[in-house]
């Protein structure tokens, strides 16, 4: 499925397969692509059947950031991209990125090629990042006299030390995979990196949906919380899981020793 002709979405396996399609233009993020990619998140979040997604970037490059030429010449979409209604707490920018967050399934990036300004905060969005050696990475706000604002502020914050993340934001300096890597931005290097996201997510899917819906939502919730509130989130997440088919199939596999045959996502976990 193509949409708004800006992303592709492919559901095989019980695999979600998100690829940015403008590959003429490096996957650069204009509006509609921005509108697409929250659109492709909301359809995958209301089929429980999907176990992983994987996002990618057709062409030579993963995404080479906001295309800066198109978007200034729609200021009135803009100014609404940038606006928050009701009870919202992320713009368009924003939500593009943020919204891999909300899916109650793991999300695995796979970059090559460029992967620029919002474009790495998209990726950072995701909950693993698999890149090959060579991808170019920058935090490149810099670059247009900006700062990063399409969740970046936050998802930076979780990888690095501040110090690391005043450097490559005030620089905006080009990094490799393999300095990625030891920045703690990506999760692996590979040369074929869809094959090994691919891996991943196979290895993901021997584990029941809910027990991973519930691992994401319990840190994505707890992670930069107080311990009393993270104490109690396990304690309701795992009450929750007990009384699932899911929990009981694993169980029930172990002590039989054979391979669990999963259901769909039973529970919602918010």
């Known amino acids: 499925m193509l949409i708004k002709k800006r992303v592709n979405l492919d559901i095989r396996n019980e695999i979600a397969y998100v690829s940015l399609a403008r590959s003429e233009k490096y996957n650069g993020l204009d ?64 939500e593009a990125c943020w919204c891999w967050r909300r899916l109650q399934v793991p999300v695995i990036a796979v970059t090559h090629g460029h992967c620029f300004g919002g474009g790495l905060q998209i990726a950072l969005g995701a909950d693993f990042r698999i890149a090959t050696p060579d991808c170019e990475f920058s935090v490149m706000e810099a670059k247009w006299g900006l700062v990063p604002d399409m969740t970046g502020s936050v998802s930076l914050a979780e990888l690095l030390p501040m110090d690391v993340a005043k450097l490559l934001t005030m620089t905006g300096r080009v990094f490799d995979g393999v300095e990625a890597k030891s920045l703690n931005l990506v999760t692996q290097v590979s040369e074929e990196p869809m094959a ?18 519930a691992t994401k939502a319990l840190f994505e919730h707890t992670w930069r919380g107080d311990e009393v509130e993270a104490f109690d989130l396990e304690s309701r997440l795992q009450f929750k899981l007990l009384r699932g088919k899911n929990q009981r199939e694993a169980m029930k596999a172990n002590l039989e020793k054979r391979a669990p045959n999963f259901k769909r996502r039973q529970y919602d976990f918010e």
């Open 31 to 94: 509006l509609d692509m921005l509108a697409a990619l929250v659109k492709a998140a909301r359809l995958i979040e209301k089929d429980r059947t999907i176990r992983v997604v994987i996002l990618s970037g057709e062409g030579k490059a993963f995404c080479a950031g906001l295309d800066f030429g198109s978007v200034r010449k729609k200021p009135l979409r803009v100014i609404r991209a940038f606006s928050k209604f009701g009870a919202k707490t992320t713009n368009l920018f924003q």
């Open 196 to 213: 090994s996201a691919e891996s991943l997510a196979e290895e993901i899917k021997t584990r029941s949906p809910d027990s991973v819906a």
